[in-house]
Each structure stands twice: as structure tokens, then as C-alpha cells.
């Protein structure tokens, strides 16, 4: 079970704190998500044509930015040093893995179960003072697509961060999928239900917690379908 937002790790605290909405001034106080963040995600292809995992590129908002960033110096050019922004990442990763990455691959339906994440870096730009993290997933088991659908979203369950993938490229492949094969990124679902979920979780402020552990933000994100010619 995914733990819930609000009963997070103090090392979590660290990377998430605005995240979750947990800094925000009486403007920022009411509705989910909190904080808006635009990626891509690059499927990763082995030597075998299996899917081993995936690489993600998350672009945070300003405001996550300047908090996550309290503390650090800027340099002449306005940028942030390779060894602050290395320290930055290596926290983000670190406290990450308790929550899976908020990366879900499922074969045939079933979950699988992830490896811990490398090559991260993070890029920090003068221009619009957001930063981008970047990160690769493995899975524990690469999974052939020839012998069952595989599926990748990449959100958080309790829809503190909404995850939107960009317009351009948002889906990237490491090499080419088996003859096939394709993979796709579909439409979020819409329906009464789903909608009437939007407007009320639109209402809670950020204290508020359902009384039962509920899977918020997989109404909400894109998957990503990976499928082979029988």
C-alpha cells in the first residue's frame, strides 16, 4: 500500500515539503494537486527488445524550485554548482524510493515490483527558475512484450503533484521496439465519475485525508501502452 501524503518519513518532509503543499501561504491552501509538474518519459529498451525500464524527466514549478533550493548559493552566471545540484538529486532519489518513484509498471494487470533508481541529475535554468530532475527506473523483471500488454503511469496516488506530460515528445523510446510492437500514450479516461472526483478533491484543503487509503492520482494520469501484433 502506498503510504498516505501526510504520514511521510522526516527525510521526505526534506524533499516534498512543497510538494505536498505543506509550505503554501493562505493563497495556495485549498485544492489538489498542489504542485504541477511537466515530463517526458523515455521507455527503456534492452539489447533483447524487452522493457527494463524507464527514464523520466519531471520540470517542476517556481515555487517547489526556490524552496528546494534554500540554502544554496548561486554563482556569477546565476546558476547553481554541479556538487549543490548532485546533493539536491541524491536526496530527491533517496527519499523517492519509499514511494516507489511514483512510477507503476503493471504486466497482464499485475504490478511489478521496481529496482533502485540511477544516472540522476538535475538541471537547474536561470531563465525560468524551475528545475528538472532526471531519472531512470529499472524493473526488477525486464518484461517481453510479445507475452503479455505492458503498462507504465507515472503519477501520485494522493494527487499532492499533478504529473502532465509535455506537448513535445512526450514519449521517448531507447531503441526501437521489437517488429510488432508499438507503444502509445493514451487519453486520460473521462467520465461523470472521474470528473465529480476532480471537483472534489478541487474543494479539500491540505490537511484533508480520506478516511480509507484511495489511488487519487491513477484516475488521473496518462498511460502508457506497450503492445505487440499477435
Keep these: ?18 510538494w505536498l503543499g505543506l509550505t503554501f501561504g493562505a493563497t495556495g ?15 527503456i529498451i534492452s539489447e533483447d527488445g524487452k522493457i527494463s525500464g524507464v527514464r523520466v524527466q519531471w520540470t517542476t514549478d517556481k515555487t517547489y524550485a526556490l524552496d528546494a533550493l534554500d540554502g544554496f548559493t548561486k554563482g556569477a552566471d546565476g546558476n547553481y554548482s554541479a556538487e549543490d545540484l548532485k546533493k539536491l538529486t541524491d536526496e530527491n532519489l533517496s527519499a523517492l524510493a519509499d514511494y516507489g518513484y511514483f512510477v507503476y509498471f503493471r504486466f497482464n494487470g499485475e504490478k511489478q515490483k521496481l529496482g533502485t533508481a540511477g544516472e540522476g541529475q538535475q538541471i537547474y535554468n536561470p531563465k525560468d527558475g ?10 526488477e523483471q525486464p518484461l517481453d512484450p510479445h507475452k503479455g500488454a505492458v503498462t507504465l503511469k507515472v503519477y501520485d496516488p494522493d494527487f499532492f503533484i499533478a504529473f502532465d506530460y509535455l506537448a513535445d515528445k512526450p ?60
Design 1 to 18: 500500500m502506498v503510504k498516505s501524503g501526510l504520514n511521510m518519513s522526516k527525510h521526505y518532509f526534506k524533499f516534498a515539503a512543497v
Design 171 to 230: 514519449l521517448l523510446i531507447s531503441k526501437p521496439l521489437p517488429q510488432g510492437c508499438n507503444a502509445s500514450l493514451l487519453p486520460v479516461p473521462k467520465d461523470t465519475k472521474i470528473e465529480e472526483t476532480r471537483l472534489m478533491l478541487a474543494s479539500k484543503d491540505k490537511a484533508w485525508k480520506p478516511e480509507q487509503a484511495e489511488d487519487f492520482g491513477g484516475l488521473f494520469a496518462q498511460p502508457v501502452e506497450i503492445k505487440c501484433a499477435p
Design 29 to 43: 491552501a485549498f485544492a489538489h494537486p498542489h504542485i504541477w509538474t511537466e515530463m517526458r518519459s523515455q521507455l
Design 130 to 139: 524551475r528545475l528538472t530532475l532526471i531519472f531512470a527506473v529499472p524493473l
